[in-house]
């Protein structure tokens, strides 16, 4: 299982080098941005698990940040822990108001950092979302990257593990093509949505011989949805 992807927004070097190194010390992998610009950028590429954000940036606020992206389906769900001098209990409310997660006042000992980093992970992590996942006798391994069903390995692509993984971990709801690449593949990847239903169809040949690619299913006019029920 990978370390989980921590994106550190703040425009203070010397912040962002001290939380530097105690994250990668307590085994978490670190993106950097110094703005709310190159933020967005970083999380359009690959979603973090969690957002450390701070109040005051350059240019747009860690505020209307924090907002835009909640109001976002792609980034809605990634937590934010808010980094700030601002410690009254009003601004408190207010980053909490916007969807933060947590809020850590400045200074801070890296210490409380990273136990409210673990903290905010574990509440808002799906716990299906690591481990096994089961549905009608398919298993998905997340830590050993394996598909079985009956004791029989599933081979497939990594792609494939991709959307399967996702869709184990969001069942019965469906998702336009559009939706699954920004999920799946992230949302600056340069990928047409005909690719969508390639991989869809490779899934589903993986699944053939168990029987599973019933699971799979194509809602006319919307997209797809994994689901037990025909």
Do not use: C
Not at 5 to 27: K, P
Not at 48 to 74: F, N, T, V
Not at 128 to 150: F, I, N
Not at 186 to 202: K, L, N, Q
Request: proline share 4%; aromatic share 6%.
């Amino acid at each position: 299982m990978s370390n989980p992807s921590i994106l550190l927004v703040e425009d203070e070097a010397a912040i962002r080098e001290m939380v530097r190194l105690a994250l990668e010390r307590a085994g978490f992998d670190l993106t950097e941005a110094g703005d709310a610009a190159s933020a967005e950028r970083t999380i359009a590429d690959q979603r973090p698990d969690l957002l450390l954000l701070d109040w005051m940036l350059p240019g747009e606020s860690g505020i209307e940040l924090a907002r835009r992206l909640k109001r976002d389906e792609y980034s809605q769900e990634i937590p934010i822990i808010m980094l700030t001098a601002r410690g009254d209990e009003e601004d408190r409310v207010r980053g909490l108001e916007v969807g933060a997660d947590d809020y850590v006042t400045k200074p801070f000992s890296p210490r409380e950092l990273i136990a409210r980093i673990r903290a905010v992970l574990r509440r808002s992590r799906n716990p299906a979302a690591d481990g096994v996942l089961v549905a009608e006798g398919l298993q998905l391994d997340s830590s050993s990257h394996r598909v079985t069903a009956a004791d029989e390995t599933i081979l497939m692509g990594p792609t494939e593990f991709r959307l399967l993984h996702f869709f184990m971990t969001h069942p019965e709801r469906v998702y336009s093509r559009s939706q699954l690449l920004d999920r799946v593949w992230g949302r600056s990847a340069f990928v047409e949505e005909r690719t969508v239903d390639v991989h869809i169809r490779r899934l589903r040949k993986a699944l053939t011989p168990s029987s599973h690619d019933r699971l799979i299913q194509t809602v006319r006019g919307a997209g797809y949805r994994f689901s037990i029920h025909d």
